[in-house]
């Protein structure tokens, strides 16, 4: 398939900042402990889902002090509809001792030391970082990598390699970009059934 061409990349980037700019995550969060929790809950979940499971939870742990001392058993019943909850309450519990034991309860706004902790990859730490900060960052979920090969954005496979390549392309306004073409993903763009007619990028889409 062909690669968007430098005007074409020029005209996503146009609409797309047009369209979107002010877009937030869906996810809903009142502080960026819960911020943390929630995008790392939203790994391979729905954003609705962890919506539905992070009021319960939020009530038992309201921060990190209640979370490090958590009985992994019961943390598990409040995450248990959410995918990969077994794996999820104990990073988050690990998470939370790392977060009192070595940050003194403030989570860390910078990328390199969100990485280290347990759960959070670079996905998730640059979602945080973008909702948060506004960062200038790129973060690759499904919905951005299908939109990116769909357009001729980029055709790399793997998530790492098409944030390299959608960050040398759109250089600047990534944080916009980011949540643009996640909610594109979502609800015009989708895996199953795109909505064509509603796409204001259908003139360019290389799968046509």
Do not use: W
Not at 33 to 47: I, K, N
């Amino acid at each position: 398939m062909k690669k968007a061409t430098k005007k074409e990349i020029a005209f996503i980037k146009e609409n797309f900042i047009e369209r979107y700019r002010g877009a937030e995550t869906e996810l809903i969060y009142k502080n960026l402990y819960e911020l943390l929790v929630s995008v790392m809950l939203s790994a391979q979940c729905t954003d609705k889902r962890v919506n539905i499971i992070t009021p319960s939870l939020f009530k038992k742990y309201p921060s990190t002090k209640e979370l490090l001392l958590a009985d992994l058993d019961e943390l598990k019943t409040y995450i248990n509809t959410c995918s990969f909850f077994n794996n999820k309450a104990k990073n988050l519990i690990k998470m939370a001792q790392v977060i009192e034991s070595e940050f003194d309860g403030d989570i860390p706004l910078d990328e390199k030391k969100l990485i280290k902790l347990a759960g959070v990859g670079k996905k998730t730490a640059n979602v945080v970082m973008i909702e948060y900060t506004q960062k200038n960052l790129m973060a690759v979920d499904t919905h951005v990598f299908r939109v990116s090969h769909r357009l001729g954005l980029s055709y790399e496979n793997t998530p790492l390699k098409v944030e390299l390549e959608l960050t040398k392309k759109f250089k600047d306004d990534l944080y916009i970009l980011h949540q643009a073409m996640v909610l594109f993903g979502r609800y015009i763009c989708t895996a199953k059934k795109p909505k064509c007619q509603e796409c204001f990028l259908s003139d360019i889409c290389k799968i046509k």
